[in-house]
């Protein structure tokens, strides 16, 4: 049988994807390739899935074409479903709207309904650290209110766990939604800071550091959240009318995936000045909107239910990430 990883040309998804693959798993991507961001690198990301993995398929569409949806996984025998393709992005939502409301609203819709009428056994699909807003309790849980999302973005990431909830009760489709905390590493994104930063630095050129530098991140390696997202993957919640995590009586649970440490935003440019060997030229800049100054994950629960336990520091990560990138970019 076959595993869905939609956005799998993007960051997560192609990591994701690899490890699927690397295990043996039958795979079919589904991305639109969109240029939110470099076509380029998400080209590139597939290129090196189909050089690793000659089985690997992609399927070239936009989810959020329910018809287009349908058409272009019909026949397939799907089973379970990674949902990763998402428009991303804090502040892009704030001046593109609607680019959130139709992949993340109605494409969400349209996966589920996907997975409900193929029989999927589990959907996992991504949400956000986002949804907790300005919370101020610390650190961040599944249990916490998030009634007050501070950009569309997480907006949208929020009503997805809501819409997800309904078709676990009204149809039991097995599902597990996950909030992701700033995820770094190798084959990353161009529009986060990490990558920002890195690039800057490495021209010599000034970065721009929000709310006077005054931020705490909780920064996630990249192979710890894919370990997290497959641990998902092979657990589905059952059908058992117990509470899960997240306040579900169906099977649907909600988990954070962090690192569990909350780091300093200057601590993080220290370590690119350290692996670069360059020091950064920082502009001081108040904060952006919709931009939180604390994340912070909670992660008991993940811990509990599938004992995921978060491996890379920022100490090693960061300089994991300088390298991939220098050597991508030939710098
Ligand atoms: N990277 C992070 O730090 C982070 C944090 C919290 C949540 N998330 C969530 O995790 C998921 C993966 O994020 P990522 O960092 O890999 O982002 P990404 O932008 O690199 O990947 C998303 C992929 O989805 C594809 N896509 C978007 N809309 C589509 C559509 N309508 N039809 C088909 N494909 C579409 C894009 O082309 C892209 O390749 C997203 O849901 C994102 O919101 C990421």
Known sequence: ??????????????????????????????????????????????????????????????FADNAALVRSLDGLEIDRIVHLG????????????????????????????????????????????????????????VEDRVDHPISLYAATKKADELMSETYSHLYRLPQTGLRFFTVYGPWGRPDMAMWLFTDAVLKGQPIKVFNGGDMRRDFTFIDDIVTGVVACLDNPPPDDGTP?????????????????????????????????GREAVKEFLPMQDGDVKDTYADISAIQRDLGFEPTTTIDQGV?????????????
């Open 1 to 62: 049988m076959t595993v869905l990883v939609t956005g799998a040309a993007g960051f997560i998804g192609y990591h994701v994807a690899q490890r699927l693959l690397a295990r043996g798993e039958r795979v079919i991507g589904l991305d639109n390739v969109n240029d939110y961001y470099s076509v380029q690198l998400k080209r590139d990301r597939l290129s090196e899935l189909q050089r690793a993995h000659p089985d690997f398929r992609l399927v070239e569409a936009d």
């Open 86 to 141: 998402a428009q991303a992005g804090v502040r892009y939502s704030i001046t593109h709207p609607h680019a959130y409301v139709q992949s993340n609203l109605v494409g969400h819709l349209n996966l589920i309904e996907f997975a409900r009428h193929a029989g999927a056994r589990h959907l996992v699909y991504a949400s956000s650290s986002s949804v907790y807003g300005s919370n101020t309790k610390l650190p961040f849980a």
């Open 244 to 276: 899960k995590a997240g306040g579900s009586v169906g099977p649907h649970r909600v988990y954070n995936i962090g690192n569990h440490r909350s780091e300093e935003l200057m601590r993080m440019i220290g370590l690119i000045e350290a692996a670069t």
């Open 319 to 331: 300089p994991r990430f300088v390298e991939w990138f220098r050597r991508y970019h030939g710098v």
